[in-house]
């Protein structure tokens, strides 16, 4: 069972930029964070809960929404177990809750889809506002 704790939000004018961490606790002694594919979503007022970025297990890949693509960037820490995500030029449509979430490898894949992730975060607020 993990545990994952996000940090990193806060209020940031357009333009600027933050980078969110999400530390993972509770692996067994036979999974590490390597094991997991690790997604970032983010839950806008009024809007479904959407995937933002996410890498796989051996974070050799990474995928983004179109919407971020380019601005952000996910990354992966192994030895701290954490995972970042780096958010440059954001703009206002980019605040909300960013939630990050892990599932166990399934070979290969990795994905933006809710539903694939057992374990999430309990998320922390970014607002992008002059």
């Known amino acids: 069972q993990l545990q994952l704790v996000e940090s990193g939000g806060g209020l940031v004018q357009p333009g600027g930029s933050l980078r969110l961490s999400c530390a993972i606790t509770g692996f067994t002694l036979d999974y590490s964070l390597d094991y997991y594919a690790i997604g970032w979503f983010r839950q806008a007022p009024g809007r479904e809960r959407e995937g933002v970025a996410c890498?796989?297990?051996?974070?050799?890949?990474?995928k983004y929404s179109d919407s971020v693509k380019g601005r952000f960037t996910i990354s992966r820490d192994n030895a701290k177990n954490t995972v970042y995500l780096q958010m440059n030029s954001l703009k206002p449509e980019d605040t909300a809750v960013y939630y990050c979430?892990?599932?166990?490898?399934?070979?290969?894949?990795?994905?933006?889809?809710?539903?694939?992730?057992?374990?999430w975060g309990q998320g922390t607020q970014v607002t992008v506002s002059s």
């Open positions: 890498t796989s297990s051996n974070g050799f890949s990474t």
């Open positions: 979430a892990a599932m166990g490898a399934r070979g290969s894949y990795y994905s933006l889809e809710l539903n694939d992730y057992t374990y």
